[in-house]
């Protein structure tokens, strides 16, 4: 199972996206035997490599808003002594 195949959210795997959607077009029944499988499997390394990449984005995001919140809130604190 993978995620919708939404070009627009996984830049990162455009060129694989399009081909394997080409081949799902292009094997209609043969996307149920096997006939895409190499592609899939290359999909899903590409979107793995893709979440890496978003989490550590997110983790350094994260950070900064701790960061920021603890300054508001040392901030606040010493207003209010």
Same mark, same amino acid.
């Given at each position: /199972?993978?995620?919708?195949? %939404?070009?627009?959210?996984?830049? /990162? $795997? &455009?060129? #694989? #996206? *399009?081909?394997?959607?080409? $081949?799902? @077009?292009?094997?209609?029944?043969?996307?149920?035997?096997?006939? $895409? %499988?190499?592609?899939? #499997?290359?999909?899903? +390394?590409?979107?793995?490599? *893709?979440?890496?990449?978003? +989490?550590?984005?997110?983790?350094?995001? @994260?950070?900064?808003? +701790?960061? %920021?919140?603890? &300054?508001? +809130?040392?901030? %606040? &604190?010493?207003?209010?002594?």
């Amino acid at each position: /199972m993978h995620p919708p195949l %939404t070009l627009y959210k996984h830049p /990162m $795997c &455009a060129e #694989i #996206i *399009e081909a394997f959607l080409k $081949c799902h @077009s292009d094997h209609p029944v043969g996307k149920f035997f096997g006939e $895409c %499988t190499e592609l899939k #499997i290359k999909l899903d +390394r590409c979107f793995r490599q *893709e979440k890496v990449v978003k +989490r550590k984005k997110n983790l350094e995001k @994260s950070k900064k808003l +701790r960061e %920021t919140l603890q &300054a508001y +809130r040392k901030e %606040t &604190a010493n207003e209010g002594n």
